[in-house]
């Protein structure tokens, strides 16, 4: 996929495209794959990067979502186990099983995990993932060797999902272009257009690169904005109520030490009644993530010191060796999109939402990562019967996603799927550029190379927060490979020193 390309289909198309979708999150990701799967012609519009809001920001977690058991809603922890499932049949190459360990310290919280958890795995059903056991202290402590032990008595170990969020988007939407979609990065939908009966018939959009504009016109419109979907459905109806609530969730990332071995931790109760991730990821241990009312969506939001040391402190409970501010290597935030529905955003749901504020225009927010393909099959069932479309079935429950192979653990490459032959085929025809971009990660020239002619990739900061996922491993590793990445791109992209010292500098500011 090239962005020349498809920008050029986007702005030069004569007739109406029958869906265009709104924001390169999974969301939008989800119901461009769901509706190019179905035969629809479709558009998929992006302001900024694929996957720069809430979706490269998650805790990279597949999962029913224990929290939201112990809050009751049996129905979202259902739906989401079974879509865990789909997901790793679909996507053997970006999501694995992970076993996790709730440590306990007093006996009644063995059995009562036990069995909240036993009842985790029934309502998977029959499921690829392990199942959940109860463990005795010492073998909580083979299994997590970081754990304190001090008045330990015992622990449940279960399993769920886990993935790289950036990675997935990009594959989701290299199977939308598979399937026929055009999707455009960088391309802002400024408003909407209306025929003479009112509906929405398109949308205006201005290409970030250059600044020009076209409209693209629709049978039907997603709003798939994410956090700023109110932006967008006010573009449509200016008094429209706000739908969502803004709550931000940061994350650190450490050293692979705080947590050898395969296992993760869950911390089941933080001092405000929420639960804590640490996990491993990426060869780095990934703790988070807080839970923080914001008025508004930030475009960039970043973990504030308090969420940090927050952070540190919990995890530092329940592990031998408490982080400190010197061992973070990188943090992270994003934005939940909660369906506003009274309480505080800890206790507000996180099941997705449809919404209609015109004719033509639909909205969809709210959700998981997880259940990205459930809510894309109910929204293009919705958005296809308002614009007349033909009726055709979802196709995705069984669809392999861009990539499908299966899993290889000792592959450094077995992310990109199927793509890491053509990845290897490049360092075979230049081997510097098979060397690695920096001794503490693990990135080579040709991953760059790659995420620019292939994976759209514009700039710097694309390749080393989404195509990589460097500067959130590694913030200092990250600022000092930026200079090659920017050569690289430069090559690649025609562009001269003036850009490549812009592009050093943003990921120095960011
Ligand atoms: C801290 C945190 C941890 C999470 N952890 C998990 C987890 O472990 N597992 C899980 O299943 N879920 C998790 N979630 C939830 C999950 O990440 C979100 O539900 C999901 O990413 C939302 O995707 P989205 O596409 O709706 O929003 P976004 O990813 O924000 O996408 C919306 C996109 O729309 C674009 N956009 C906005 N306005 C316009 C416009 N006018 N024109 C064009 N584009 C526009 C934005 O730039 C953005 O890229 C987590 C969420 C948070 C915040």
């Known amino acids: 996929m090239t962005r020349d390309a498809m920008l050029r289909r986007a702005a030069d198309r004569p007739t109406p495209w029958d869906v265009v979708v709104i924001g390169g999150g999974a969301t939008g990701a989800g119901v461009a794959v769901d509706a190019a799967a179905r035969g629809y012609s479709v558009l998929l519009l992006e302001r900024g990067d694929f996957g720069c809001g809430t979706s490269s920001r998650s805790t990279k977690l597949v999962h029913g979502g224990v929290r939201y058991l112990r809050q009751g809603n049996v129905s979202l922890v259902f739906e989401a186990l079974h879509e865990r499932t789909r997901l790793l049949r679909n996507a053997p190459h970006v999501v694995h099983d992970l076993p996790f360990l709730v440590p306990c310290y007093r006996r009644r919280d063995v059995l009562m995990y036990g069995v909240g958890l036993k009842a985790y795995d029934l309502l998977a059903g029959r499921s690829p993932f392990g199942h959940s056991v109860i463990v005795s202290a010492d073998a909580a402590a083979r299994r997590l060797p970081t754990v304190r032990t001090a008045g330990l008595r015992g622990g449940v170990v279960y399993h769920d999902g886990q993935f790289d969020d950036a990675r997935l988007l990009i594959h989701l939407l290299m199977t939308a272009a598979d399937l026929g979609a055009c999707v455009v990065n960088y391309a802002a939908v400024t408003g909407l257009t209306r025929d003479a009966s009112g509906t929405v018939s398109g949308v205006r959009v201005r290409n970030a690169e250059g600044g020009a504009e076209f409209v693209a016109a629709a049978k039907v419109v997603v709003n798939a ?274 850009w490549v010292a812009e592009q050093v500098r943003s990921v120095k500011g960011s």
Not at 336 to 343: D, E, N
């Open 225 to 498: 904005a994410g956090p700023f979907c109110d932006e967008v459905r006010r573009m449509a109806s200016p008094a429209a109520a706000p739908m969502l609530a803004a709550s931000q969730g940061s994350h650190v990332v450490l050293d692979r030490a705080f947590l050898p071995g395969g296992c993760a931790l869950l911390i089941p109760e933080t001092p405000d009644g929420r639960v804590l991730f640490a996990i491993p990821w990426h060869g780095h241990t990934l703790v988070g993530t807080t839970d923080v009312a914001l008025p508004a969506a930030p475009v960039d939001p970043h973990a504030t010191d308090t969420e940090i040391d927050f952070i540190l402190e919990t995890a530092g409970r329940y592990l031998t060796r408490t982080p400190t501010r010197g061992d973070v290597l990188g943090t992270f935030a994003g934005i939940r999109p909660l369906v506003k529905s009274g309480g505080n955003t800890a206790a507000m749901s996180r099941d997705h939402a449809m919404h209609v504020d015109a004719p033509g225009l639909v909205t969809i927010t709210g959700g998981k990562w997880t259940t990205y393909r459930s809510m894309a099959e109910g929204c293009v069932d919705k958005a296809a019967a308002m614009a007349r479309l033909p009726r055709r079935p979802c196709r995705t429950a069984e669809l392999q996603l861009h990539g499908f192979a299966p899993p290889n653990p000792t592959d450094p490459l077995a992310i990109y799927g199927t793509d890491a032959a053509a990845i290897r085929r490049l360092m075979a025809a230049d081997p510097s550029l098979a060397v690695p971009l920096h001794p503490a990660l693990p990135y080579c020239g040709a991953e760059v190379v790659w995420a620019v002619r292939s994976e759209m990739a514009r700039t710097v900061l694309d390749v080393l927060t989404r195509r990589t996922r460097a500067l959130y491993l590694n913030t200092n590793a990250a600022i000092e490979m930026a200079p090659r990445v920017a050569e690289l791109m430069a090559r690649e992209l025609g562009r001269d020193t003036t």
